[in-house]
């Protein structure tokens, strides 16, 4: 089956600071989505994003379906930031998102 | 307020005993899923339903039950087979494949 790697794993940033998330996956994908994960386990949608770039406010995110990998960038970073974020695309035909390991981002203030 | 809800946020199982977690949707989805997250990990999925009064098995299967009587419900039942059914449990739905939408989750634990 598909894999999804995510990284960095773990991610420390001072408040206001900038970041790349990255997400890498080894086959053909229909669409994919980035979630926030918050300290009490709910998973937020940040981008549904099968290519091309979308931008949210202090967020964007990048999907080059061609090369495989998608990027999530956050900017001027704050407290609120801190959880995880996980990468989740869909394979052709199938109902099924394949989550990565995440990344976990800490921020400090 | 539209949203999935699932109840109830904590459950405790004894041993041999199966127990039920709810999730309730009012968004008008066709489609449902349940996955399974242990700690530090991504989710993996338990079972998804297309349509009422269909479903299919995903990655975890073994040990779990699901039923798919109505459009806006999607229990999920935990087994005595399921030897490790410690876990954060999340439901989702979504229209078709797009956009799937989660609920708050249920945390299980073993007595």
């Known amino acids: 089956g598909i894999q999804v790697e995510q990284s960095p794993p773990d991610l420390i940033l001072q408040e206001g600071a900038n970041s790349t998330l990255r997400c890498n996956f080894s086959d053909s994908v229909n669409n994919l989505q980035w979630f926030h994960q918050n300290p009490w386990g709910q998973l937020i949608n940040l981008f549904y994003?099968?290519?091309g770039t979308k931008q949210n406010g202090r967020l964007s995110a990048t999907t080059v379906a061609t090369e495989r990998y998608s990027l999530l960038y956050i900017s001027s970073s704050q407290t609120t930031d801190s959880g995880v974020y996980f990468c989740a695309p869909r394979m052709d035909s199938s109902y099924k998102l394949i989550f990565g390991s995440g990344t976990r981002l800490l921020v400090r203030p | 307020d539209g949203g999935i809800t699932q109840s109830p946020k904590y459950l405790f199982r004894k041993e041999g005993q199966n127990v039920t977690l709810s999730c309730e949707q009012n968004l008008n989805h066709d489609a449902m899923y349940w996955y399974r997250q242990d700690p530090g990990q991504g989710l993996r999925l338990i079972y998804y339903s297309q349509i009422v009064n269909d479903f299919q098995k995903g990655d975890i299967a073994e040990g779990y039950s699901v039923s798919r009587e109505k459009k806006e419900s999607f229990p999920l039942t935990v087994t005595s087979a399921q030897k490790n059914p410690t876990a954060f449990y999340l439901c989702?739905?979504?229209?078709?494949?797009?956009?799937?939408?989660f609920g708050a989750g249920t945390r299980l634990s073993v007595l």
């Open positions: 989702a739905s979504s229209i078709g494949g797009n956009i799937q939408y």
């Open positions: 994003i099968p290519s």
